[in-house]
């Protein structure tokens, strides 16, 4: 973006006491800070897919919102409105997009931290936390963009408020809805995402598709309680819209009309149609003047491609010529002579306090887990479930060297399906994640506050999933019958959820979505299963699994960990037979006819007194997968 050097007029300053003083008379929300907010020469180059050629997306657009304003932004589908919307609202317009553009608040360029502190973004798709109530949703917002800004008194104002303005007061303790339990509805969900973008009272509200998936009745009402305010508060609102019905365009007091990334038309409502009239594309009367300019902008569907372009490039020359935009054009450009003086923000950025976020999200984290299945309950049912069957199936299992394979089995067969069995996780993750880059990127906490509460959440609830099916597996399978062996295998089952479930938040944060984190977490569980040391023993490993992979496989700790608790200190029977007794391993004990279980350790190499290195490596690779997401989801940013 361009900046501006040597400005003069009054300075923009946001202070805490700024947010906090808009009245306990005046509504909060109320913009005494933003005049307008203007845009010129907005040009966007990305690389072609196909010829890598720079191609230009956007071409020189210009326009201008005043306070109390709402703008449309519409054209047919491709023709560049989130691309622009993203542009005006200082976020990345395009991956590997050159962007040229200046956009001025009261013709001043602020820096992007003032520009974040006084806009705020709801994106196309609701991301909420379905097991939260609409009223819950809206104190946390509230708690996450104001504590320390604002009192709690005042924040529970704000919430009332926003409930109350927004239509939501009946459906204040109604949850939003999980895949298992129908909540409000989508035009609420809609509603409820927009008033949590305005608790942090932005003056500037940008919002993407806010209408789509509604039907006409609930667009209407949508935007008809963001009009009102809007208008109440003097708030500016820049929407990229489709096909709005006639009574929901007009609720906007301006259009920008876009075709092929250049503008159309650029004003007001009311002057639509004699605008369009005057250039000679005359619009029928009883017609939604939205249809309207979308069916004369769209040549999708056309029949002649090169009659389509030229109507389309006639009706850009029309407007680039037009008396209206020469002017909206030089009134752009004396705003933006007049001003000088800098932008500055008192404050500091919100997600400096990471400590209070992190608090604050460790208990929105919690109300979820507890109230939402999908997060641990189901994982809870399936692994006892689990353990119950595993009891049953290797039953009262009694110390012989018979055996001595099948207790190796149900270890082998429960440490990896105990970590496979995380994948269950990677819904729940991937809503937080969402919600977590949507609040990210509205200034309201980092990555290092989601992910560190994220995994201290999921800490006890492990604990109690391992301590349970453990105690199921480990008593009824009858493994070495001794309380400190128990507790050793609870810690060894604790430490491979823990693994299991950073799996998961590594894999969900490299690929952000459920058919991608779950392929690739289900074949991270593969790899790791085959290179336990079990399937082949370490020594006999191919030397590229071996040293690319056995050596960070957190299940090869694991499964060595509880073979050593169960075979380290106990001794098994040999087989009698009618010349007396067979032992499939010579062990000091042969002559009494019973073998160590250290010679079950010595056949797949592992060594008693390992434990606290073993446990030392499990908690790296924890460590590492858990910075190795973190790394990914900046690195998205
Ligand atoms: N790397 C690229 N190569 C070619 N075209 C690209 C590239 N990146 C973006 N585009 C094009 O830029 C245009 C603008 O995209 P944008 O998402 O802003 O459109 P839109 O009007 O919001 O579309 P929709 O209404 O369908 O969401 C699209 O036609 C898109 O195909």
Request: hydrophobic share 45%; aromatic share 10%; net charge neutral.
């Amino acid at each position: 973006m361009s900046g501006k050097p040597g400005a003069t007029s009054e300075q923009i300053t946001l202070t805490d006491i700024d947010v906090e003083q808009r009245g306990h008379d005046n509504s909060y929300l109320e913009n005494q800070i933003v005049q307008s907010l203007s845009w010129k020469n907005v040009t966007v180059v990305v690389p072609d897919r196909e010829t890598k050629q720079p191609k230009e997306i956007l071409s020189a657009i210009n326009g201008e919102v005043a306070a109390g304003e709402m703008l449309a932004i519409m054209g047919p589908s491709g023709c560049g409105k989130t691309t622009l919307l993203n542009v005006l609202a200082q976020r990345e317009a395009s991956a590997k997009a050159k962007v040229s553009a200046t956009v001025c608040i009261n013709g001043q360029t602020p820096p992007d931290s003032a520009f974040r502190r006084l806009s705020s973004y709801v994106e196309a798709d609701d991301a909420l936390i379905g097991s939260l109530t609409v009223k819950e949703t809206l104190s946390f917002a509230a708690k996450l963009s104001l504590s320390g800004v604002v009192t709690a008194t005042e924040r529970i104002r704000r919430v009332d408020e926003l409930l109350q303005s927004f239509g939501l007061m009946n459906q204040a303790n109604i949850l939003i809805g999980t895949l298992v339990r129908k909540g409000i509805s989508t035009g609420q969900k809609r509603r409820l995402s927009v008033a949590a973008q305005l608790i942090s009272a932005p003056k500037i509200l940008f919002l993407d598709e806010p209408t789509s998936g509604l039907d006409s009745a609930a667009s209407y009402k949508v935007m008809s309680y963001v009009r009102n305010v809007a208008k109440k508060n003097k708030l500016i609102v820049i929407a990229s819209i489709h096909q709005p019905a006639t009574k929901t365009f007009e609720l906007f007091d301006k259009l920008l009309l876009l075709s092929g990334g250049k503008t159309c038309y650029s004003g007001s409502i009311a002057d639509v149609k004699p605008y369009f009239d005057k250039i000679g594309f005359e619009m029928p009367v009883q017609t939604n003047p939205a249809d309207f300019v979308l069916d004369l902008t769209n040549i999708d569907f056309e029949s002649d491609g090169d009659v389509a372009q030229g109507k389309i490039a006639q009706l850009q020359e029309a407007w680039a010529s037009s008396p209206t935009a020469l002017d909206e054009k030089a009134r752009i450009a004396a705003e933006y002579n007049s001003t000088s003086e800098p932008l500055t923000l008192a404050s500091e950025p919100m997600h400096r306090r990471y400590m209070t976020a992190t608090l604050i999200l460790l208990h929105r984290s919690f109300i979820k887990s507890h109230r939402d299945v999908v997060v641990y309950g189901i994982r809870f049912g399936m692994y006892l479930g689990l353990a119950i069957m595993m009891g049953t199936v290797w039953l009262r299992l009694v110390p012989i060297q018979s055996n001595m394979q099948p207790f190796t089995n149900c270890i082998m067969f429960g440490s990896c399906f105990m970590s496979f069995m995380a994948v269950v996780y990677v819904p729940a993750f991937l809503e937080d994640r969402m919600v977590c880059i949507k609040e990210r990127a509205n200034g309201m906490y980092g990555t290092t506050a989601f992910l560190l509460s994220n995994f201290l959440i999921g800490l006890p609830y492990l604990f109690i999933i391992a301590f349970v099916s453990s105690t199921f597996t480990y008593w009824m399978t009858n493994f070495r019958p001794d309380g400190q062996a128990f507790m050793v295998w609870v810690m060894w089952m604790y430490l491979n959820l823990v693994a299991a479930e950073s799996l998961v938040v590594l894999m969900s944060c490299l690929f952000p979505n459920f058919v991608g984190a779950l392929a690739l977490t289900a074949m991270a569980n593969g790899i790791w299963m085959a290179c336990d040391g079990f399937m082949v023993q370490l020594p006999a490993l191919n030397p590229f699994y071996r040293y690319v992979f056995s050596y960070i496989d957190y299940q090869a700790y694991v499964f060595g960990g509880l073979v050593v608790n169960e075979f380290g200190y106990r001794i098994y029977k040999c087989a009698e037979t009618p010349d007396g007794c067979w032992c499939q391993w010579d062990t000091p004990l042969k002559s009494q006819c019973l073998i160590e279980g250290v010679a079950v350790l010595n056949q797949y190499g592992y060594r008693l007194g390992e434990t606290s290195k073993h446990v030392g490596i499990t908690l790296g690779i924890i460590f590492g997968m858990r910075l190795m997401g973190w790394a990914a989801m900046q690195w998205r940013k």
